[in-house]
């Protein structure tokens, strides 16, 4: 496993969620050490805070574990980055993001 970037993808994803450093650890009930470590490829979490990390910033295991096996025109990555900028959209503009998304797709 990839620890420099598993930590890259668990800050950028801690960033849009506006979470600093002490209010993940808090949610995960581990130091913000801890976290600081995970974050700069420090310290190697286990299977289980992985799980843990995932969960509470709302992301798939898979996305964080296997970021190196990435890069950002692959469907999984674009899947998961669309769906972290825009869990907190309301219905309304869910409606508009598809609606833009269904305009787009008929410029083919």
């Keep these: 496993m990839n620890y420099k970037l598993l930590g890259e993808k668990i800050r950028e994803q801690r960033k849009n969620k506006n979470y600093t ?3 993940l650890a808090e949610k995960l009930g581990v130091s913000t050490t801890f976290i600081g470590q995970i974050e700069r490829a420090k310290g190697k979490p286990s299977l289980e805070t992985v799980v843990k990390i ?3 910033l709302g992301v798939s295991v898979d996305y964080l574990i296997f970021a190196d096996l990435r ?3 692959s469907d999984v990555y674009f899947i998961e980055q669309v769906k972290s900028l ?3 959209f309301e219905s309304k503009q869910k409606q508009l993001v598809l609606k833009s998304i269904e305009t787009l797709k008929e410029f083919k």
Excluded: K
């Design 71 to 73: 890069n950002e025109a």
């Design 21 to 23: 450093l002490e209010q």
């Design 86 to 88: 825009t869990q907190d």
């Design 54 to 56: 995932a969960n509470v």
